[in-house]
């Protein structure tokens, strides 16, 4: 039997329920940080809009929690726009979003390089440029895999997500302007870079069986968080020796200077322990120390994931005094919390 014929467990009720029942869920775990808007199917800051503040909104597919609603909260995002899984929310949905968290001080909307998404949140900008919402779009396209994909046009906007949205949160928090948030969040997009490998694939609720086709002994280098195709398909090699080649393709892009201190993100697929992922930030250490950087700051486990995909990716951010600041800034949501 091969791969694509097998058949994938989940825990389901009516898979075409499945985005609704789950934000039920967020906001039924954590009244206390967001709410519900079941009629745009909208995740939101529970005190949006926050008068004088400058807010952030991004979207995407489901089947990546969890990103976005798991980021909103105090010191990230004011509001989510999840579409169904692994399909971009309509230009609609986007702008009920803007408006609703929409405090006089300008949105930004925070972009994944997904064809879907870049066309549905440049209408939706649009639109609330017509209501008198000033929008600036931020792109995030930090994959460094594939130039071009199933998806897009040119790089997978992938890790560099979390922290933009994290540093950018940050930002708006403490008062940034439209201009000054913005600009901080592309800075973030422009040094960081990402790679991600899978070692199964994953199977969306309606389908039930795997997206693509990976022998047992076989990963794919270079994948896509949708399951996209990535640089070749291959045997599966030890972790040392596939680490050491993300690092080599993540930081010969990147060319980070010798003594540079970097933020370094592994994150889970979905389907790969704790285990596995911290074995993996200590071979990716190692790396970093051989081309005199400092992993000053770190972020490990499931923030990007692909459903149950088992799989890692690692984004790689050189920082400054400015994004350390913002980084260590305080941040409550349901996924990202410290000091506050």
Avoid at 298 to 309: A, H, K
Wanted: charged letters at 20%; glycine letters at 12%.
């Amino acid at each position: 039997m091969s791969v694509a014929q097998q058949t994938v467990k989940k825990f389901l009720n009516d898979p075409e329920d499945i985005v609704t029942e789950s934000l039920a869920g967020l906001g039924a775990a954590h009244p206390d940080l967001v709410r519900i808007d079941f009629e745009n199917q909208l995740v939101l800051r529970k005190d949006a809009p926050v008068q004088g503040k400058v807010a952030l909104v991004s979207g995407g597919g489901s089947g990546h929690e969890p990103l976005h609603g798991g980021f909103v909260g105090l010191g990230m995002l004011d509001a989510a726009a999840p579409g169904a899984v692994f399909t971009s929310p309509v230009p609609d949905q986007m702008l009920a979003a803007t408006k609703a968290v929409d405090g006089g001080a300008g949105v930004i909307h925070i972009v994944k390089n997904y064809t879907g998404d870049v066309m549905n949140f440049k209408l939706a900008a649009e639109e609330a440029a017509d209501e008198g919402i000033e929008v600036e779009s931020v792109l995030t396209n930090d994959d460094v895999a594939v130039e071009d994909s199933l998806y897009t046009a040119g790089r997978r906007g992938t890790g560099a997500t979390v922290l933009l949205e994290k540093i950018a949160g940050a930002k708006a928090e403490a008062g940034g302007s439209l201009a000054e948030v913005a600009a901080v969040a592309r800075k973030v997009n422009d040094q960081a870079r990402s790679f991600g490998v899978a070692l199964t694939s994953c199977a969306t609720p309606a389908a039930g069986t795997p997206t693509f086709d990976l022998g047992p002994d076989e990963m794919e280098f270079g994948v896509g968080i949708h399951g996209e195709p990535g640089r070749r398909r291959e045997k599966v090699r030890s972790a040392a020796e596939i680490v050491a080649e993300m690092s080599e393709v993540i930081l010969g892009d990147l060319n980070p200077a010798g003594g540079s201190n970097v933020l370094a993100f592994v994150n889970g697929l979905g389907g790969t322990p704790l285990i596995e992922l911290y074995l993996i930030y200590n071979e990716l250490t190692k790396h970093l120390e051989d081309r005199g950087l400092t992993a000053t700051r770190s972020l490990v486990g499931d923030y990007i994931t692909s459903l149950e995909m088992a799989g890692v990716s690692i984004t790689i951010l050189v920082l400054d005094d400015e994004l350390t600041e913002l980084w260590d800034a305080p941040v409550h949501t349901p996924a990202l919390r410290w000091k506050a």
